[in-house]
T-cell receptor
Framework: DQQVKQNSPSLSVQEGRISILNCDYT??????FLWYKKYPAEGPTFLIS?????DKNEDGRFTVFLNKSAKHLSLHIVPSQPGDSAVYFC????????????FGSGTKLNVKP | NAGVTQTPKFRILKIGQSMTLQCAQD?????MYWYRQDPGMGLKLIYY???????DKGEVPNGYNVSRSTTEDFPLRLELAAPSQTSVYFC????????????FGSGTRLTVV
């Protein structure tokens, strides 16, 4: 039973446009969410996080939005650049569980020049 | 600063063989994790450790064993390898504190034939 779902396996956008990656979760005890970026043959790297006490967190071109009532979060990348082409994973964790995260299946983003 | 180092990067095993995947971190992180990633799936937690001498099962522990004799090292042992264990294995570490992101290793691609 997947507790974190990314229903879009892939996404293709034009350079300079907005990329929106979506993530849904089922466990209402999750209260911290992270996005990771992964290039081929490398481990995932941390991108941005959001706590359940917020509904938005911004870091440069990357913004994460959290809708707790819908159990949905999204990552916006504006403007998208070819170097953003990678697989993006969302991950969720609950308080007090030794920082164990549940991961979605990932969305492969392709930014076309 | 090396971060998290995994060895080997690639390995082919025959059914029934055993092997140990090595993981070492130099960031003095208390928490360490082993995940596996199957094609089209998210990362699944195999085992985790919150400190030397303390380990616990994750979502998919069957067929694996771990030990944590030092803060730095967290090896994963596969006994009696099966084709279902063909996967990419990632080791990660983090410091305590809710929501601290992981530092991942670059992964070990294991094929069991």
């Amino acid at each position: 039973d997947q507790q974190v779902k990314q229903n879009s396996p892939s996404l293709s956008v034009q350079e300079g446009r907005i990329s929106i990656l979506n993530c849904d979760y089922t466990n209402s005890m999750f209260d911290y969410f992270l996005w990771y970026k992964k290039y081929p043959a490398e481990g995932p790297t941390f991108l941005i996080s959001i706590s359940s006490i917020k509904d938005k967190n911004e870091d440069g071109r990357f913004t994460v939005f959290l809708n707790k009532s819908a159990k949905h979060l999204s990552l916006h990348i504006v403007p998208s650049q070819p170097g953003d082409s990678a697989v993006y994973f969302c991950a969720a964790s609950g308080w007090g569980n030794f920082n164990k995260f549940y991961f979605g299946s990932g969305t492969k983003l392709n930014v076309k020049p | 600063n090396a971060g998290v180092t995994q060895t080997p990067k690639f390995r082919i095993l025959k059914i029934g063989q055993s092997m140990t995947l090595q993981c070492a971190q130099d960031m003095n992180h208390n928490y360490m994790y082993w995940y596996r990633q199957d094609p089209g799936m998210g990362l699944k937690l195999i085992y985790y450790s919150v400190g030397a001498g303390i380990t616990d099962k994750g979502e998919v522990p069957n067929g694996y064993n771990v030990s944590r004799s030092t803060t730095e090292d967290f090896p994963l042992r596969l006994e009696l390898a099966a084709p279902s264990q063909t996967s990419v294995y990632f080791c990660a570490s983090s410091s305590p504190g809710q929501g601290n992101g992981y530092t991942f290793g670059s992964g070990t691609r294991l094929t069991v034939v």
